[in-house]
């Protein structure tokens, strides 16, 4: 089970395929996680995805999708 309050400001945000998927700028009202703009796959906006998509942290944050199915699903600020 997926510890939420692990996740951390900087974190590296991976897809179970192992690939890149953003940055955590940080954690928005628990549910959500805000990934920086600043991240090349950002396009220059901060996109947010669900905890629920969180399969485990530890140096990273691990989803329980792949990267391209979290960037087709992540929603837009």
Do not use: C, F
Not at 46 to 55: Q, R, T
């Amino acid at each position: 089970m997926a510890k939420v309050e692990d996740i951390r400001e900087h974190m590296e945000v991976l897809g179970s395929d192992g690939e890149h998927v953003g940055t955590v700028d940080h954690l928005d009202g628990g549910n959500r996680i805000k990934l920086t703009k600043s991240d090349p796959k950002a396009g220059g906006r901060h996109h947010y995805i669900s905890v629920d998509w969180v399969d485990h942290v530890d140096r990273h944050v691990h989803l329980n999708k792949t990267s391209s199915d979290a960037m087709k699903q992540w929603q837009a600020a």
